[in-house]
């Protein structure tokens, strides 16, 4: 049995207790040292080849969904076909698993659409090695479709190197990278098209993983990851921003989403649990360098690709720059008072996208590592008293270890406590459910953890 003190903790908290007839918890694995496969990881994402991505894709004129198809030198076409090519080139290399294809649609004219337009997202699959975990699924994306200041324009220069090359880059890197590696679960990664006339090709993927009922663990949308420098002209390469909802904001609240909020669990959404681990992996391997969960589905007057997943119930987050300078957004090139006004690359700062593309691997790494977040948690609430049983469901990976309790101060952004109780699928904490909030993870033999799970009453 084994207690994690942290340093946030209050002193109070930081005793652990053996739950009267708990049954004897095995040796715990180490869950908080450092894989030397995700260091590996984090260590091979490489600035210069992210620079190379993002200068390739500028070079394309435009990426505007409705721009050139024909050309192999301008337009989306050439663009989605170099993305292509590259991904399949990466994937050769790295022994052939990579499976990389176009998920393509016609989309009929609308408000953003002046024809009906075939919209592409390149989509490159990694399976997962093991038979337990192969359905599980984490998705990463940047969009590569580009535009200036109107959203109609398809001819004039749009080079997009922060919005959104500098994600579609990370995207291909991380992808370069992690195909050389084994994981348990599925990973894919997407880089996606008309994200600005409307998130339709993300939508497009997500409906379709919805209608399939694909188990999308986890979704990481990577859009605006450029730059570090804000419009005061202030640098910032030690942050970024991680958006993350609570209860979406829908006219009839489902019946998970209401039993979350009966019990003051609106910030233990999943995809709440999901920037909570996020934060915590993403801070442990990439140093001095902090993740700022936004309690938002995104920014003011904008929207993402995140928000398809969102929308369908899957766990889905945003990464994007502390602090937008939004001259060198969605602008159309040209100079003003003698500034430069538009997306070019000269603003991106390389070595801050490589940061973010570590910290997404690095996240991404320890969840397609883990085993599945437990399901069926519930906290029995059958008779008063001050104590916490909680059950859960068995896990099935043939790798896992047992099972860890984690608990924070029912206003505490972060897990503040952990107890790992072994292979069982019920333990009795002496703590009040009345005073913390729990969660449930699951540990393989590695100290690989998964999200927690959030325990709904049970009588
Ligand atoms: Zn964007």
Same mark, same amino acid.
């Given at each position: 049995?084994?207690?994690?003190?942290?340093?946030?903790? @209050?002193?109070?908290?930081?005793?652990?207790?053996?739950?009267?007839?708990?049954?004897?918890?095995?040796?715990?694995?180490?869950?908080?040292?450092?894989?030397?496969?995700?260091?590996?990881?984090? $260590?091979?994402?490489?600035?210069?080849?992210?620079?190379?991505?993002?200068?390739?894709?500028?070079?394309?004129?435009?990426?505007?969904?409705?721009?050139?198809?024909?050309?192999?030198?301008?337009?989306?076409?050439?663009?989605?076909?170099?993305?292509?090519?590259?991904?399949?080139?990466?994937?050769?290399?790295?022994?052939?698993?990579?499976?990389?294809?176009?998920?393509?649609?016609?989309?009929?004219?609308?408000?953003?659409?002046?024809?009906?337009?075939?919209?592409?997202?390149?989509?490159?699959?990694?399976?997962?090695?093991?038979?337990?975990?192969?359905?599980?699924?984490?998705?990463?994306?940047?969009?590569?479709?580009?535009?200036?200041?109107?959203?109609?324009?398809?001819?004039? =220069?749009?080079?997009?190197?922060?919005?959104?090359?500098?994600?579609?880059?990370?995207?291909?890197?991380?992808?370069?990278?992690?195909?050389?590696? /084994?994981?348990?679960?599925?990973?894919?990664?997407?880089?996606?098209?008309?994200?600005?006339?409307?998130?339709?090709?993300?939508?497009?993927?997500?409906?379709?993983?919805?209608?399939?009922?694909?188990?999308?663990?986890?979704?990481?949308?990577?859009?605006?990851?450029?730059?570090?420098?804000?419009?005061?002209?202030?640098?910032?390469?030690?942050?970024?921003? !991680?958006?993350?909802?609570?209860?979406?904001?829908? $006219?009839?609240?489902?019946?998970?989403?209401?039993?979350?909020?009966?019990?003051?669990?609106?910030? =233990?959404?999943?995809?709440?649990?999901?920037?909570?681990?996020?934060?915590?992996?993403?801070?442990?391997?990439?140093?001095?360098?902090?993740?700022?969960?936004?309690?938002?589905?995104?920014?003011? !007057?904008?929207?993402?690709?995140?928000?398809?997943?969102?929308?369908?119930?899957?766990?889905?987050?945003?990464?994007?720059?502390?602090?937008?300078?939004?001259?060198?957004?969605?602008?159309?090139?040209?100079?003003?008072?003698?500034?430069?006004?538009?997306?070019?690359?000269?603003?991106?700062?390389?070595?801050?996208?490589? /940061?973010?593309?570590?910290?997404?691997?690095?996240?991404?790494?320890?969840?397609?590592?883990?085993?599945?977040?437990?399901?069926?948690?519930?906290?029995?609430?059958?008779?008063?008293?001050?104590?916490?049983? !909680?059950?859960?469901?068995?896990?099935?990976?043939?790798?896992?270890?047992?099972?860890?309790?984690?608990?924070?101060?029912?206003?505490? @952004? /972060?897990?503040?406590?952990? !107890?790992?109780?072994?292979?069982?699928? /019920?333990?009795?904490?002496?703590?009040?459910?009345d005073n913390f909030l729990f969660g449930v993870q699951a540990v393989d033999k590695d100290g690989n953890v998964s999200v927690a799970t959030y325990p709904l009453p049970q009588r």
């Amino acid at each position: 049995m084994q207690c994690i003190p942290r340093k946030t903790l @209050p002193a109070a908290l930081l005793l652990c207790f053996a739950a009267n007839g708990a049954m004897a918890a095995d040796a715990a694995p180490n869950v908080t040292a450092h894989q030397a496969e995700i260091d590996q990881i984090v $260590k091979e994402i490489s600035p210069q080849r992210i620079e190379g991505y993002v200068r390739k894709l500028v070079s394309f004129g435009t990426r505007h969904t409705m721009s050139d198809t024909v050309s192999d030198t301008r337009g989306i076409g050439a663009a989605r076909r170099w993305i292509k090519g590259e991904l399949e080139r990466c994937g050769a290399a790295a022994g052939g698993r990579l499976q990389v294809g176009y998920d393509s649609h016609v989309h009929p004219v609308m408000a953003r659409l002046s024809q009906p337009t075939e919209i592409v997202n390149v989509v490159a699959t990694l399976p997962g090695t093991q038979a337990e975990s192969v359905d599980r699924m984490y998705v990463v994306s940047g969009h590569y479709d580009s535009r200036v200041t109107d959203v109609m324009n398809a001819t004039s =220069d749009a080079p997009g190197a922060n919005d959104d090359a500098s994600g579609t880059a990370a995207v291909i890197e991380m992808a370069c990278v992690m195909a050389r590696h /084994q994981f348990d679960a599925t990973l894919v990664f997407m880089t996606v098209a008309a994200e600005e006339q409307g998130l339709l090709g993300a939508a497009n993927w997500a409906e379709l993983a919805r209608q399939k009922n694909w188990n999308i663990a986890g979704m990481l949308n990577n859009d605006i990851i450029g730059s570090s420098r804000a419009d005061d002209g202030h640098v910032d390469n030690t942050q970024v921003r !991680l958006f993350a909802e609570g209860i979406p904001a829908v $006219k009839d609240m489902s019946d998970a989403n209401r039993a979350l909020v009966a019990t003051g669990g609106e910030n =233990d959404s999943i995809t709440r649990q999901l920037a909570r681990h996020i934060k915590e992996v993403g801070e442990r391997y990439v140093d001095k360098f902090s993740v700022n969960v936004i309690y938002r589905r995104d920014r003011y !007057l904008r929207g993402g690709d995140h928000s398809p997943f969102l929308d369908r119930g899957y766990a889905a987050v945003r990464f994007t720059e502390p602090n937008e300078d939004f001259n060198h957004q969605h602008q159309d090139l040209r100079e003003e008072g003698g500034r430069k006004i538009g997306d070019l690359p000269e603003y991106d700062d390389f070595n801050y996208i490589a /940061q973010v593309a570590r910290v997404n691997a690095a996240s991404l790494s320890s969840l397609a590592l883990a085993p599945a977040a437990p399901q069926q948690v519930k906290v029995r609430t059958a008779k008063l008293d001050n104590n916490t049983e !909680l059950v859960w469901q068995a896990n099935k990976e043939p790798d896992l270890a047992g099972y860890r309790i984690v608990w924070r101060d029912t206003t505490a @952004p /972060q897990w503040q406590g952990a !107890l790992y109780v072994g292979n069982t699928t /019920q333990y009795v904490i002496p703590r009040s459910k009345d005073n913390f909030l729990f969660g449930v993870q699951a540990v393989d033999k590695d100290g690989n953890v998964s999200v927690a799970t959030y325990p709904l009453p049970q009588r």
